[in-house]
């Protein structure tokens, strides 16, 4: 009878290496599907919640504003854009619990804006924390987070001028009518993404804790004045930022959506973000 015959040492390690390679070539393949599947998912996100913006517009003629606030003593924090587009995202059982009225901060409200909406989470971005907007609030974590942004302007903010007179379509306390944007749906900004969640260390008592970042109940608007994923220019939080490679997703006012590369002449960007600005839109 005839001994059966093993591998070798060597036939086994030339078998290990070769399973390693072929693991090495898949993996980037597999990691590469995933996030592809990751993006359509952000996409169909953006797509929802502007259809939502679509529909709101349509019943009340004008767009959401970007943010709310009101001036008279004492100042109230009121409701971003998707706060107001609730009933239309299948959330009306959330906008039943607020008051638009009163302050977001209100005790009425302390619950439901932590509310984690999973419209709002896009599948590359980490977990949504709870977070504060700035550090000008001393919450250590009493909103819940988005990681979508209304385009509100083109240019550069301050914590003392958060675009009262924004260039975009929704911005700070104004709603622009459905007739504003002259320069054409299909051309202009609406949304986009905008995470940079980042832990609080101002030297106050939620350091470590604490996260700030866009919530969606009072403060989810940006500027395309420092392009895209642009890391150095990061400017009281307000810019374009995305986990996808290479740039990030935008909605435009006609309600498509298409992945604008972070390489865009800056230019051709912020002609996009204008409602009124009379300029030609060339390829991007």
């Known amino acids: 009878m005839k001994k059966r015959r093993g591998f070798t040492l060597i036939e086994l390690l030339v078998s290990i290496a070769i ?52 001036h008279h003593t004492p100042r109230r924090q009121l409701w971003a854009w998707p706060a107001q587009i609730l009933p239309y995202t299948e959330n009306s059982a959330v906008y039943a619990k607020i008051d638009v009225k009163k302050d977001v901060r209100d005790v009425i409200h302390r619950e439901v804006v932590k509310t984690a909406l999973p419209l709002h989470q896009c599948p590359s971005a980490p977990a949504n924390h709870l977070v504060r907007f700035s550090i000008h609030t001393s919450e250590c974590g009493q909103l819940a987070e988005t990681n979508y942004v209304a385009i509100s302007s083109h240019e550069e903010s301050t914590p003392d001028a958060l675009f009262w ?48 970042g866009y919530p969606w109940p009072n403060f989810a608007h940006a500027t395309t004045r420092n392009g895209i994923n642009n890391e150095s220019t990061w400017i009281y939080g307000l810019n ?29 960007l912020e002609a996009m973000t204008t409602r009124a600005g009379g300029e030609i839109i060339g390829e991007f």
């Open 19 to 70: 399973i390693a390679v072929l693991v090495s070539l898949l993996l980037p393949a597999v990691q590469q599907a995933r996030e592809a599947a990751r993006k359509t998912l952000c996409k169909n996100n953006l797509k929802q919640l502007s259809l939502a913006i679509h529909m709101y517009a349509d019943t009340h003629s004008y767009f959401p504003s970007a943010y709310q606030k009101s």
């Open 165 to 212: 007179q924004g260039s975009g379509i929704m911005h700070t306390q104004v709603y622009e009518p459905t007739s504003s944007v002259l320069d054409g749906l299909s051309m202009t900004l609406l949304l986009s993404e905008g995470d940079q969640t980042f832990p609080k260390n101002d030297g106050g008592p939620c350091d470590g804790t604490g996260y700030i």
């Open 240 to 268: 374009v930022y995305s986990y996808h490679p290479g740039g990030a997703q935008f909605s435009f006012a006609d309600g498509h959506v298409a992945f604008i590369s972070e390489n865009i002449d800056q230019s051709l």
